[in-house]
């Protein structure tokens, strides 16, 4: 196998004429570019290098590698920036799912931000219902559920999975003046099918206080 290192003193011996300045290129001493010139030849199975007055010239064999050398310290040296630039960012895919007022208000500003901060991270957003979010965040099928809670009726979390605050949502409710609300009267104000499109419909209620 061509070892990197290898390649390495072959291509400085081929730029800088000698095995001295190739050392001094690499910082490492002349002995060392030498045995690693005669390990390549070993593996080769082929001389690499000639002796020419003080200095030294490659054979045919070692200017064939030398064009091979050449690309592959390139592309080894792009692969180390990338991961540079790579190093400490967050990446990946992120899938979130929400009931439709957090998908199209509360998410948006919030998915700005994050892609601004992790520009290499992916985003995948599906509106549903807070039960069926729930759902898919226990299939893995998503990553975060943005879900509503209400305080006479809470939203079970099956065990493994945390919750968060991320706000509380006031509601204001308009009454003709001539109907006024008495205190203690408990109303049903949201109502709506469920998503099956069954019979059964979920209230939620406020009692005035």
Known sequence: MLEIPLLHALYAVHKHGSLS?????LHITTSAVSQRITKLERETGQRMIERLGRGVRLTDAAVILVDYAERILSLVNEAESALDGHRGAIAGQLSIAGFSTAVRGLLPPA??????????LGLKICE???NMS??????GDVDIAVVQDWFNAPLDLPEGLMKASLLDDVADVALPAQNPWPNGTCWNWTIWPTRTGSPGRRARSVTAG
């Not at 300045?21 to 290129?25: H, K, N, Q, R």
Request: net charge positive.
């Open 134 to 139: 729930i759902r898919q965040l226990v299939r």
């Open 111 to 120: 998915i700005i931000a994050l892609k601004e901060k992790h520009p290499k």
């Open 128 to 130: 549903d219902e807070p």
């Open 21 to 25: 300045s190739a050392a001094e290129t």
